[in-house]
Protein backbone atom coordinates (compact mmCIF):
# COMPACT_ATOMS: atom_id res chain seq x y z
CA UNK A 1 0.00 0.00 0.00
CA UNK A 2 0.82 3.48 -0.48
CA UNK A 3 0.72 6.03 2.40
CA UNK A 4 -1.83 9.61 0.68
CA UNK A 5 -1.51 13.05 2.37
CA UNK A 6 -3.71 15.74 0.51
CA UNK A 7 -2.99 19.50 1.35
CA UNK A 8 -4.15 22.45 -0.63
CA UNK A 9 -7.90 22.79 0.51
CA UNK A 10 -9.43 26.02 2.10
CA UNK A 11 -12.30 28.24 2.15
CA UNK A 12 -12.91 30.43 -1.69
CA UNK A 13 -15.57 32.39 -2.96
CA UNK A 14 -17.71 30.70 -5.68
CA UNK A 15 -16.10 31.08 -8.83
CA UNK A 16 -12.71 31.04 -7.71
CA UNK A 17 -10.18 28.27 -7.70
CA UNK A 18 -8.23 25.82 -5.57
CA UNK A 19 -5.59 23.15 -6.50
CA UNK A 20 -5.11 20.59 -4.51
CA UNK A 21 -2.08 18.23 -3.65
CA UNK A 22 -1.43 14.77 -2.98
CA UNK A 23 1.57 13.28 -2.27
CA UNK A 24 2.25 9.47 -1.80
CA UNK A 25 5.06 7.67 0.08
CA UNK A 26 6.43 4.40 -1.69
CA UNK A 27 8.39 3.71 -4.86
CA UNK A 28 5.48 1.66 -6.57
CA UNK A 29 2.97 5.07 -7.04
CA UNK A 30 3.31 4.70 -10.95
CA UNK A 31 1.64 0.98 -10.36
CA UNK A 32 -1.63 2.80 -8.92
CA UNK A 33 -4.23 4.09 -10.87
CA UNK A 34 -5.57 7.28 -8.64
CA UNK A 35 -8.80 8.77 -7.74
CA UNK A 36 -10.14 11.90 -5.96
CA UNK A 37 -13.29 11.48 -3.98
CA UNK A 38 -15.60 13.96 -1.90
CA UNK A 39 -17.66 13.70 0.99
CA UNK A 40 -20.36 16.48 1.95
CA UNK A 41 -21.77 16.68 4.96
CA UNK A 42 -24.83 14.37 5.82
CA UNK A 43 -23.94 12.35 1.95
CA UNK A 44 -22.29 9.54 0.98
CA UNK A 45 -18.62 9.80 -0.76
CA UNK A 46 -18.78 10.33 -4.61
CA UNK A 47 -16.00 9.60 -6.73
CA UNK A 48 -14.76 12.95 -8.64
CA UNK A 49 -11.78 12.02 -11.08
CA UNK A 50 -9.66 9.71 -11.68
CA UNK A 51 -6.44 8.99 -13.63
CA UNK A 52 -4.66 5.93 -15.51
CA UNK A 53 -1.01 4.74 -14.43
CA UNK A 54 0.46 6.72 -17.43
CA UNK A 55 -1.96 9.70 -17.69
CA UNK A 56 -3.18 8.34 -20.59
CA UNK A 57 -6.38 8.32 -19.26
CA UNK A 58 -8.73 10.16 -17.50
CA UNK A 59 -12.53 10.07 -15.86
CA UNK A 60 -14.57 12.88 -14.25
CA UNK A 61 -17.85 12.67 -12.62
CA UNK A 62 -20.37 14.54 -14.66
CA UNK A 63 -21.04 17.59 -11.84
CA UNK A 64 -17.25 18.54 -12.41
CA UNK A 65 -16.29 17.57 -15.97
CA UNK A 66 -15.25 20.91 -17.78
CA UNK A 67 -13.76 22.34 -14.80
CA UNK A 68 -11.80 20.16 -12.68
CA UNK A 69 -8.30 18.13 -14.14
CA UNK A 70 -7.37 15.62 -12.67
CA UNK A 71 -3.04 15.30 -13.31
CA UNK A 72 0.05 13.50 -11.93
CA UNK A 73 3.24 13.05 -11.52
CA UNK A 74 4.75 10.07 -11.56
CA UNK A 75 8.47 11.48 -10.70
CA UNK A 76 7.26 13.36 -7.65
CA UNK A 77 4.94 10.49 -6.27
CA UNK A 78 1.92 13.36 -6.68
CA UNK A 79 -1.29 13.69 -8.18
CA UNK A 80 -3.44 17.08 -8.36
CA UNK A 81 -6.54 18.23 -8.62
CA UNK A 82 -7.25 21.78 -10.56
CA UNK A 83 -10.50 23.01 -9.46
CA UNK A 84 -12.26 25.75 -11.51
CA UNK A 85 -15.01 28.03 -11.33
CA UNK A 86 -15.97 26.37 -7.83
CA UNK A 87 -19.81 26.05 -6.72
CA UNK A 88 -20.71 25.81 -3.01
CA UNK A 89 -22.26 22.47 -3.71
CA UNK A 90 -18.46 21.62 -4.27
CA UNK A 91 -18.32 21.92 -0.36
CA UNK A 92 -16.91 18.67 0.77
CA UNK A 93 -13.67 17.04 2.17
CA UNK A 94 -11.55 15.77 -0.50
CA UNK A 95 -10.03 12.49 -0.73
CA UNK A 96 -7.35 11.14 -2.70
CA UNK A 97 -7.45 6.94 -3.30
CA UNK A 98 -5.27 4.71 -4.86
CA UNK A 99 -6.32 1.68 -6.65
CA UNK A 100 -4.39 -1.61 -7.24
CA UNK A 101 -6.50 -4.06 -9.18
CA UNK A 102 -10.07 -3.89 -8.56
CA UNK A 103 -10.73 -1.51 -5.37
CA UNK A 104 -9.40 1.70 -3.74
CA UNK A 105 -6.83 -0.10 -0.86
CA UNK A 106 -5.35 3.09 0.09
CA UNK A 107 -6.91 6.67 1.29
CA UNK A 108 -6.02 9.83 2.45
CA UNK A 109 -7.08 11.59 5.15
CA UNK A 110 -8.89 13.98 3.61
CA UNK A 111 -8.42 18.03 2.81
CA UNK A 112 -11.70 20.46 3.91
CA UNK A 113 -12.56 22.44 0.85
CA UNK A 114 -15.42 25.11 1.38
CA UNK A 115 -17.01 28.12 -0.96
CA UNK A 116 -18.75 30.65 0.01
CA UNK A 117 -21.42 32.26 -2.43
Known amino acids: QVQ ?4 GGGLVQAGGSLRLSCAASGRTFSSYYMGWFRQAPGKEREFVAGISRTTASTSYAD ?3 GRFTISRDNAKNS ?3 QMNSLKPEDT ?4 CAARLGG ?3 SWGQGTQVTISS
Open 63 to 65: SVK
Open 4 to 7: LVES
Open 92 to 95: AVYF
Open 79 to 81: VFL
Open 103 to 105: SYN
